[in-house]
């Protein structure tokens, strides 16, 4: 148990689809990321979010829009992927931001997400 | 090239064996994280460091500032060691800037 819960573990859906990741966490942290891992690449941060606010996003294209309705959901909304979406995607949070030892990463366990 | 890069790529052991994980980077940091992944994706982290050394049970983990580098040694390696371990550097005072290797794919075998 991470205490980072993550659904659905795996999902399929095709290009016209529209779908949703969600991600939960009760550890009383602050701030939550959305990270993208494609086979054989780094681990790529899609979003942040600090106190509910989105504080980063790095350049990633509309058809991923996240919402975080309160500190502890965070969602990823999936619309008219392209088959390069396919990628596990992982959740994140942390006490806050600052990345002091005190607030290290805790990830969920993703969810594995194929474009048909 | 990748601003972190890790070295081997895949490594395959004897249960039993020493085993050591190197991570190269180019940008200045402020912290070096050490993760483990297992097969079902779940990340963990194992070590975060700025400087000198770090040991948890039969893990131990290195930096040197100076060369960039830093090291992960598994003392008496067991098959469930077996994951990709992750190098990410952290550049400036964020989180979200973590910036992270590749992995090396560990496999022990018994």
């Known amino acids: 148990e991470t205490g980072v819960t993550q659904t659905p573990r795996h999902l399929v859906m095709g290009m016209t689809n529209k779908k949703s990741l969600k991600c939960e966490q009760h550890?009383?942290?602050?701030?939550m990321y959305w990270y993208k891992q494609s086979a054989k690449k780094p681990l790529e941060l899609m979003f942040v979010?600090?106190?509910?606010?989105?504080?980063e996003n790095n350049s990633v294209p509309s058809r991923f829009s996240p919402e975080c309705p309160n500190s502890s959901h965070l969602f990823l909304h999936l619309h008219t992927l392209q088959p390069e979406d396919s990628a596990l995607y992982l959740c994140?949070?942390?006490?806050?931001?600052?990345?002091?030892?005190?607030?290290?990463?805790?990830f969920g366990n993703g969810t594995r997400l194929t474009v048909t | 090239k990748n601003e972190v890069e890790q070295s081997p790529q895949n490594l395959t052991a004897q249960e039993g064996e020493f085993i050591t994980i190197n991570c190269s980077y180019s940008?200045?940091?402020?912290?070096l994280h050490w993760l483990q992944q297992h097969p079902g994706g779940g990340i963990v982290s194992l070590f975060m460091?700025?400087?000198g050394k770090k040991k948890h049970g039969r893990l131990i983990a290195t930096i040197n500032i100076q060369e960039k580098h830093s090291s992960l040694h598994i003392t008496a390696s067991h098959p469930r060691d077996s994951a990709v371990y992750i190098c990410?550097?952290?550049?400036?005072?964020?989180?979200?800037?973590?910036?992270f290797g590749k992995g090396t794919k560990l496999s022990v075998k018994p």
């Open positions: 460091l700025s400087s």
């Open positions: 994140a949070s942390s006490q806050d931001r600052s990345g002091t030892v005190n607030s290290p990463l805790h």
């Open positions: 940008v200045g940091i402020s912290a």
């Open positions: 990410a550097v952290r550049s400036g005072g964020s989180q979200g800037n973590l910036i």
């Open positions: 979010y600090s106190l509910e606010e989105r504080v």
């Open positions: 550890l009383g942290h602050n701030a």
